[in-house]
């Protein structure tokens, strides 16, 4: 365990065991997304480099347009790579076929902004969690069982399964569906989840919740998780490792402690920076 201090940015989640002790999971070298041609030419994402680790944290940090999405996207196989390769588990990540895909998509799973649009609202709860009981190879089990695996489910996210079965997904919070999409990750066991912005459409109690329950899927189950965001004081209490995403590039990358702490690229200062203080008084004129 490192001793993250806390700073003005946020106070620090206790990190994982040290990266370089643990195999690369996710590595891509030079990946690139252009979209479009001639003037509508866009280079979303340019050549950025990476190696996740298992059991990792690792955050991707930066504002509005620069990238984040495209490369959560490229990650997991929604769109294809314009040039560079990504090597999953060691390997390159082969998702030329449907199957190829499928396979893939048992070791990579996402949870989105809005967990609104993640749920098909017609679906109970309970099938929603069924489904990912026979996604696992669960299908066959007795009854007894598969209730067995959604109460231990919901109850690693704090919700009562009694009370869940028989309800609809928009009969929840917004908060209460955000964890129950993690208990969805938590049946489905990926070995890497991406989560892109999953805390910034509900209210900060709820955050702190969802927040936690990322890093016990690290803790309790060696998860390797992607946290993308624009809130660099979360991605310092959350994470091992940050990567510093600016224009589609990545300026700063390290260990949350060094990048955070001792900054290094003007980039990652100002978001530092625009941070706000509580203990300072805000200048509203400058909004
Ligand atoms: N399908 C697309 N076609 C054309 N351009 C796109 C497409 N998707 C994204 N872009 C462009 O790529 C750039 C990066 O977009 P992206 O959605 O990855 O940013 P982001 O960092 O996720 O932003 P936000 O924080 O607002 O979600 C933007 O300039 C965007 O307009
Ligand atoms: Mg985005």
Known sequence: MSDKKTTGVAPAAPAAPAAAARPSCLRGTGVTKVFGFGETRTVAVDHVDFDFHEGEIISIVGESGSGKTTISKMLLGLISVTEGQIDFQGKPRDISSHKKKNEYWKG????????????NMFNKIDAVLLDCINMRGGKNLPKEEKVRLMTEACSFVNLKYAELTNKYPFELSGGQMQRLMIARIFLLKPKILLADEPTSMIDACSRATILDMLLKLRDEINMTIIFITHDIGLAYYISDSVYIMEHGKFVES?????VILTPKADYTKRLISDVPKIY???????V
């Open 280 to 286: 300072e008084e805000w200048d509203l004129s400058t």
């Open 108 to 119: 990579i799973q996402a949870i989105f902004q809005d967990p609104f649009s993640s749920f």
């Open 254 to 258: 390290g260990g949350a402690d060094e």
